[in-house]
T-cell receptor, first 114, second 114 residues
Framework: EPEVTQTPSHQVTQMGQEVILRCVPI?????FYWYRQILGQKVEFLVS????????KSEIFDDQFSVERPDGSNFTLKIRSTKLEDSAMYFC????????????FGPGTRLTVL | AQSVTQLGSHVSVSEGALVLLRCNYS??????LFWYVQYPNQGLQLLLK??????LVKGINGFEAEFKKSETSFHLTKPSAHMSDAAEYFC????????????FGTGTRLLVSP
């Protein structure tokens, strides 16, 4: 069964460093999402992406964050200058279409900022 | 704006007992509703979803949920708990149109004792 994959599974970085989290959505999916889950808290929406542009973003998704689909398969989330409070599990999700289609989630990348 | 409230951060049941996880939602537009399960160190897996068809929705692993508009509820049930059901359960809501970001509740950890 097709699945969403994410790399790395765990990333440790120093405060102020740039990180890139990578996701490979399911191949025929057109809509892409990033969510995050700070330890012990709920899963929060960050951004949705369709047709090579951001379709919606939350207030969390400030200028330090960016997304792109560089090669038609990968979908990346970049954090330019990480802060301690960026430590969280980051989930990528994709769906084939809107309407009743399901969002399929990847296993997540745990980001630890020291 | 949409929101989800999950009553009870932890629910404990004995193996074989009824599982009831509560979810209430708020939405100014007709909602779609979802239950996701998260096993330790794994991503989010869809259990079931309500997308305005039948109000009683059956999902995987013997779970079901009933959409009650008058009560703004979408409680998750399973007649007989198994040890393997121990996990974190998240209720989520989305709009039925647009890019349909998911808005999650805070989650309920289900503990199953022998």
């Amino acid at each position: 069964e097709p699945e969403v994959t994410q790399t790395p599974s765990h990333q440790v970085t120093q405060m102020g460093q740039e990180v890139i989290l990578r996701c490979v959505p399911i191949s025929n999916h057109l809509y892409f999402y990033w969510y995050r889950q700070i330890l012990g808290q709920k899963v929060e929406f960050l951004v949705s992406f369709y047709n090579n542009e951001i379709s919606e973003k939350s207030e969390i998704f400030d200028d330090q964050f960016s997304v792109e689909r560089p090669d038609g398969s990968n979908f990346t989330l970049k954090i330019r200058s990480t802060k301690l409070e960026d430590s969280a599990m980051y989930f990528c999700a994709s769906r084939e279409s809107t309407g009743t289609d399901t969002q399929y989630f990847g296993p997540g990348t745990r980001l630890t900022v020291l | 704006a949409q929101s989800v409230t999950q009553l009870g951060s932890h629910v404990s049941v004995s193996e074989g007992a009824l599982v009831l996880l509560r979810c209430n939602y708020s939405s100014s537009v007709p909602p779609y509703l979802f239950w996701y399960v998260q096993y330790p160190n794994q991503g989010l897996q869809l259990l079931l979803k309500y997308t305005s068809a039948a109000t009683l929705v059956k999902g995987i692993n013997g779970f079901e949920a009933e959409f009650k508009k008058s009560e703004t509820s979408f409680h998750l049930t399973k007649p007989s708990a198994h040890m393997s059901d121990a996990a974190e359960y998240f209720c989520a809501v989305s709009e039925s149109t647009g890019f349909q970001k998911l808005v999650f509740g805070t989650g309920t950890r289900l503990l199953v004792s022998p």
